[in-house]
């Protein structure tokens, strides 16, 4: 079993990877049964390429970071312009984005087996403008009570 401190190293290693763009070697980080939720290890490199390729200076910085047992729990900013090529169907908007989220790993062999968390999604979204931010949700459904 590794220490608590090797299991935060092995997520710092794997998100500088990423950061330099050098995403077959941090995808090794995830075992070939990786689960994170609905998506297969397949599909969240696919992800990956996707979003680094929309958001060609995308950035991660960690805030914050625990650990207990086979688990690392972790808060990372995430920036990037949407310069590149088209996000999740959206064609590039040039717009920034700014998002945070928290993530819980389990690491079993050195490997990620399992991804948990909390994405900034929506928050993405309103940043892209391709969905309303809340204080232009609520005044639309407020006008649509008038």
Known sequence: MMSLEENKALVR???????RKE????????????????????????????????????KAVMLDMVAEGDKVVFIVNGTGTHTGGPY????????????TNTWLVRIVDKKIVEWKGTGSFVILLQQLGVMPAIEEAIQAYNDSLK
Not at 13 to 19: A, R, V
Not at 28 to 54: H, V
């Open 13 to 19: 290693q794997m998100y500088e990877l990423m950061n």
């Open 23 to 58: 995403l077959d070697a941090a995808h090794e980080f995830l075992s070939p049964g990786f689960q994170m939720e609905t998506l297969t290890r397949e599909q969240l490199i696919q992800l990956d390429i996707m979003y680094f390729n929309a958001f060609p200076d995308a």
């Open 88 to 99: 999740m169907g959206i064609q590039p908007t040039g717009k920034k984005i700014d998002i």
